[in-house]
């Protein structure tokens, strides 16, 4: 069964970092985009960064200098490393991959199960 699994979470003081891994596991063909998505509490899920099998990035305006977006092919996975974080850094942070498991198959878009990211003032 094919998963994205988050891990890296936490809670951190304001000005502090932390850095967020995402792996596909399971019998996973191809990659194409990776990315970071979040949602705080009473708001809508919003894009943090982006990045194509090619690492081309895209950021969000709130992180531009802050975050950054990297992948491992290799290990199928993606990373955020997140610093000078600020407290309306917090929400639930979800990964995002368009993943192909066959030959000339489609590709399809899975979200990890989200990982907690709590900035304390």
């Known amino acids: 069964q094919v998963q994205l699994v988050e891990s890296g979470g936490g809670l951190v003081q304001a000005g502090g970092s932390l850095r967020l891994s995402c792996t596909a596991s399971g019998s996973v063909l191809d990659i194409k985009a990776m990315g970071w998505y979040r949602q705080a509490p009473g708001k809508q899920r919003e894009l943090v960064a982006t990045?194509?099998?090619?690492?081309?990035?895209n950021y969000a305006d709130s992180v531009k200098g802050r975050f950054t977006i990297s992948r491992d092919n290799a290990k199928n996975t993606v990373y955020l490393q997140m610093n000078s974080l600020k407290p309306e850094d917090t929400a639930v942070y979800y990964c995002?991959?368009?993943?192909?498991?066959?030959?000339?198959?489609?590709?399809?878009?899975?979200w990890g199960q989200g990982t907690q990211v709590t900035v304390s003032s």
């Open positions: 995002n991959a368009n993943l192909q498991f066959y030959y000339n198959g489609p590709f399809y878009n899975y």
């Open positions: 990045i194509t099998k090619g690492t081309t990035t």
